[in-house]
């Protein structure tokens, strides 16, 4: 058994009609089955009524979770209009959304969020496992302080977690306002990694630095997959990060690729700050850089991404990956 994802892409300025054609070519790609939970990444979305409704509804009712953002990472580009949906699939996958619901502080709300957690299995004998993505508004707060470091001590050590800043998040499960937070948990018996893309050194922004610290990240994410093909890839890269990198964004998108293979669904999205945790490993402060984790077969879900994080008072120099097999 396999827990996989599968990624549709689509462009236009309604960003309402972009999720509904994005998560269709999704669900097409996966031979139209109705998935346990997606991923929803989208521009433009802030402040659009029913935006919420629509996500949930072209994801066939299962639970979704997700972010507004400045731009979406693609094989064809940086995406400025448009919407991408990563659909997940697997019998071992329990997925859950859960979202703060209300205005509040962002340790506040990862108090709230990571009680639902815990509180949402009652089967569960252990602390959860598998893979967790956060989202957030940009905050004055370290998201490593704020968040990841709280988080950890709810959820236990063997949850990987990648939250990024954004512009606003998106929760289409509980609550109609998800607050400051939302959080999309893929648990499951499976084994995950996360690796962080180094960042450059005082005086070292050149984009060569920061090329080979994203390749790096993605050899990383795959190693840890222990041999097992990739089947899905996601990044998380700073907005501060990809200017840096000028004319060479894409080729390290193509770096990220000649390591993940260039058939395997894989989307990212641009963050102010991004910061992320792996079980065996505490969350690191630490200047910015690339996030990456896998999913594949149950019960293993490997994954891989440079270590670090950023957010407030976190340099955010560094993106973070996501690899999902």
Known sequence: MMIRGWLGVAEGSDPLR?????????????????????LILVTGGTGVPGLVEVARASAGGTPVAGASV??????????TAGAAVMCFYGDALSPSVVCAGRPMGLSAATERVGRLVLAGASE????????????????????????????????????RTVIS???????????????????????????????VAGAAGPGESDAT????????AAAI????????????????????????LGGTARDEWLAIRDRVGHEVPCVG?????????????????GP????????????????????????????PSRPPSIFMR
Not at 124 to 144: N, W
Not at 165 to 192: M, T
């Open 165 to 195: 800043a954004v512009g606003r998040p998106l929760c289409g499960q509980g609550a109609a306002e998800p607050g400051n937070l939302a959080v999309l948990c893929l648990e499951g018996a499976y084994k995950s990694g996360v690796g």
């Open 269 to 285: 999205w641009l963050t102010t700050a991004e910061s992320a945790s792996g079980h065996r490993r505490r969350p690191r402060r």
């Open 221 to 244: 994410a795959v190693k840890r997959l222990e041999g097992q093909p990739v089947r899905a890839a996601l990044v998380a890269e700073s907005a501060a990060r990809y200017a840096a």
């Open 70 to 79: 400045a731009g979406i990472l693609t094989d064809s580009g940086l995406l």
């Open 124 to 159: 569960r004998r252990h602390f959860p496992r598998g893979v967790a993505l956060a989202f957030a508004p940009p905050v004055t707060e370290s998201l490593t302080d704020a968040f990841l470091v709280r988080w950890r001590h709810l959820a236990g050590p063997k949850l």
């Open 18 to 38: 972009a999720i509904e054609e994005a998560a269709a070519a999704a669900r097409r790609a996966a031979g139209d089955q109705l998935p346990k939970a997606a």
């Open 288 to 315: 910015g850089g690339g996030r990456g984790l896998s999913l594949n077969r149950a019960p293993r879900v490997y994954g891989a991404s440079p270590p670090g994080g950023h957010g407030s008072g976190d340099s």
């Open 209 to 216: 630095t920061l090329l080979h610290g994203a390749a790096e």
